[in-house]
């Protein structure tokens, strides 16, 4: 199956179908018996999903082609053994995609002039994205975070270990450190000794400096946004040299404490997501603030026609919506109108996805939440750029 990252995520949203586009999301269990509960729910799923499609006057032989790679998954057991939380189906004429998700979904199916795609914004909304720097004397790894996901980023030229640094030096005048193994029953990690001339633990200290200079210096360049959060996993005599010579502005305080090398991703991510969650709860408690500070300027909107539009235009800074609902509605672009509520029909969509979608396309921040956490009391508000 399919990994869901930011540029899958791209092409599915900027992608031009010929034809209706169908979504389906099942909710999913990873273990146990209620797993195979989602197989039955994809089954009545793809029954509603065919009398979408006769609505829109598709023969049932063309539902039967069209389905029939969704229908395939149903019967398929081993293909339920290995669930997330939650599971999306993308369907259009030649596409078939399919993404296990580590988020719960409400079960739906929607048929439109492109996917749905509000649920998946959740996963890679730069809202609550955040880094994770794991270091030690031995490895270098960065993962590009959500509460829900991870990535592994590249340092193209950032040196691996300590060892990258010290090959350069001046035989006569480098310090040679040497890793001892642990103790019986001791945890991995392997503290550095320093040998040479004068003092040995500034020349110790110099040298780490170095090398966290030096990967700092790529995570730098290779990071666009500085202000994203950076939690620094590692012990904490390293983090205090790190920060020292660190020039990322989002590096936070609070560590993921300890040798993170025996750790794998997925265990950084949620260990780091537990140190760096009350940053965002202040940041989202700002957004708040500045909703209402802005409010009555013209740079701050509640009314979801306006919003729509905004978002479509790339004026959108911050979107905070409705997670949960839908709002049907017609976008005549022609016209520079929206009408909401308007009857099913096949030119209809949720306006409310299509705000969000647009404003993740325009590197806009999207705030899903509940419905009464909305500034403004409506289904969606905006900040705007301008």
Request: proline residues 5%.
């Amino acid at each position: 199956m399919e990994t869901l990252d930011r540029d899958t995520l791209n092409a599915l949203l900027t992608t031009q179908n010929d034809g209706p586009c169908l979504s389906i999301y099942v909710p999913t269990e990873e273990v146990g018996p209620e797993a195979i509960q989602g197989s039955i729910r994809l089954k009545n799923l793809l029954l509603e999903s065919e009398r979408k499609l006769q609505g829109l006057g598709w023969s049932a032989k063309q539902i039967q082609s069209f389905l029939k790679p969704a229908r395939e998954l149903v019967n398929d057991t081993l293909f339920w053994k290995h669930q997330q939380s939650g599971l999306v189906i993308l369907l259009a004429p030649g596409v078939f995609r399919h993404f296990r998700l580590p988020i719960h979904v409400q079960e739906m199916a929607s048929v439109g002039q492109r996917f749905y795609m509000k649920p998946l914004l959740r996963l890679l909304s730069t809202a609550d994205q955040f880094y994770v720097l794991a270091l030690s004397q031995q490895h270098v790894r960065l993962l590009l975070c959500t509460p829900h996901s991870f990535n592994r980023v590249e340092l193209p030229d950032a040196p691996e270990n300590i060892d990258e640094v010290l090959k350069y030096d001046d035989p006569e005048k480098q310090v040679h450190f040497h890793t001892e193994a642990p103790p019986a029953g001791a945890s991995g990690y392997r503290a550095a000794v320093s040998y040479g001339h004068g003092d040995e633990n500034y020349e110790q200290r110099e040298t780490l400096r170095r090398y966290f200079r030096a990967v700092d210096r790529v995570l730098c360049k290779t990071v666009e946004n500085h202000d994203i959060p950076l939690v620094f996993a590692g012990v904490n005599y390293l983090f205090a040299i790190y920060r020292e010579v660190s020039r990322y502005n989002g590096l936070i305080g609070d560590i993921v404490e300890g040798n993170p090398e025996p750790l794998s991703d997925q265990q950084l991510q949620k260990k780091a997501w537990k140190t760096v969650q009350p940053v965002f709860a202040k940041r989202w408690q700002q957004q708040r603030e500045r909703y209402h500070d802005l409010s009555g300027t013209g740079l701050a909107a509640d009314n979801i026609e306006e919003i729509v539009l905004a978002a479509r235009d790339g004026r959108v800074d911050t979107l905070f919506l409705a997670a949960e609902t839908s709002l049907p509605g017609v976008i005549d672009h022609e016209a520079n109108t929206v009408a909401q509520n308007a009857d099913s029909t096949d030119a209809s969509e949720d306006l409310l996805d299509y705000a969000a979608v647009q404003t993740y396309l325009h590197r806009g921040a999207v705030h899903p939440v509940e419905t009464d956490e909305v500034p403004g009391g409506g289904w969606a508000a905006a900040i705007y750029r301008y």
